[in-house]
Structure formats: structure tokens, C-alpha cells
């Protein structure tokens, strides 16, 4: 029993983490529509979420731009993860497999994208005026720490079907 609260629990975390996730883009895209700057606490988390060897000037602006690279990031996302599942689904034609290898992929699949953006805005715009901007990187950060998680309760959950599917492997202390 204890098993089962501490993994709803934690599945219970995870859906919080990809909703504060999703909030943070809608956050964008509603302030970016209205012509207005994100709170300051955005920029911040933008902020720190900077990968320690490619320190870049972030730029604490909302406008399209910004929107724009959170856009390419979550549709990339959304999109590498679906033909994830359907590359899984055709091969294992389970679904809870399926399930647990898309699960345990994601993290993989944000880091992917959120490299992939940065080398779109590397090769699409010169040099002289290229920008990058906390918001995006607070949305996309968001995402891969969300998909750490999840990552964690894929195997957890991996570890303990394998822990029930075969229990004398683990002999109980009396």
C-alpha cells in the first residue's frame, strides 16, 4: 500500500510540474498578445535555467521572438514525442510498453529540442542581431525538469513491476 501512495504521489507531482510547465507558456503567449511584460519572477527562472558552459546575455524582453522559440521548442516537443510512441506502439504493439519507453524517451526528446532551438536561432539569424530571451528559457527549462521527473517515475515504476512480476528474486526478511 505504501507503494501505491508514494507513486501517486509522486505521478501527483509530475502532473504539477508539466501544469506549471504549461502555465508559464500560456503566461507568455497571453502577455505576449496583450502587449505586456511577464512578472519579474519569469525572467528569474529564465535565468537560471542557463546551462553552465554556454553562458549567453539573456534578454529580460516579452515580445514574439520569445514566443516564437517557446513555440518551436513545445511543438518539436509534442511532435518527436508522438512519432516516439507510434516508433514503440509498431514495435512492441503494447500500449502500457509503449507508454513506459515514451515516457523514459522525453527527457531525451527536450533536451533534442531544446538544442535544436538554439541552433535554429544560431543558423537563422546573423550574428550582430541575434537575441535570446529568459521567457523562452524558462519555458523550455520547465519542460526538461518536468521530463526528469517523469523520467524517474518511468523506471521507479519499471523497478517495481519487475519487483512484483518477480518476487522471489526478493526474498522478504522475516
Not at 518527436?80 to 507510434?86: M, R
Not at 520547465?142 to 515504476?157: D, E, T, Y
Amino acid at each position: 500500500m505504501g507503494y501505491y501512495l508514494f507513486y501517486l504521489f509522486f505521478a501527483f507531482i509530475i502532473c504539477l510540474a508539466y501544469g506549471f510547465s504549461f502555465y508559464l507558456y500560456l503566461l507568455l503567449e497571453l502577455s505576449v498578445k496583450q502587449k505586456k511584460e511577464v512578472p519579474n519572477w519569469f525572467y528569474r527562472i529564465g535565468q537560471s535555467m542557463q546551462d553552465r558552459i554556454h553562458r549567453v546575455k539573456l534578454e529580460d524582453r516579452t515580445n514574439y521572438d520569445a514566443l516564437k522559440q517557446s513555440r518551436i521548442f513545445l511543438r518539436g516537443m509534442l511532435l518527436l514525442s508522438f512519432f516516439t510512441y507510434l516508433f514503440f506502439h509498431a514495435k512492441s504493439h503494447d500500449l502500457f510498453s509503449a507508454l513506459l519507453n515514451c515516457g523514459k524517451a522525453q527527457f531525451v526528446i527536450c533536451f533534442v529540442m531544446k538544442e535544436l532551438t538554439h541552433y535554429w536561432n544560431l543558423g537563422s539569424t546573423p550574428k550582430e542581431k541575434r537575441s535570446y530571451y529568459s521567457p523562452s528559457f524558462a519555458v523550455s527549462g520547465c519542460f526538461i525538469i518536468s521530463s526528469v521527473l517523469l523520467l524517474l517515475f518511468v523506471v521507479s515504476m519499471e523497478q517495481l513491476r519487475f519487483h512484483i512480476s518477480f518476487p522471489w528474486l526478493f526474498p522478504s526478511v522475516p
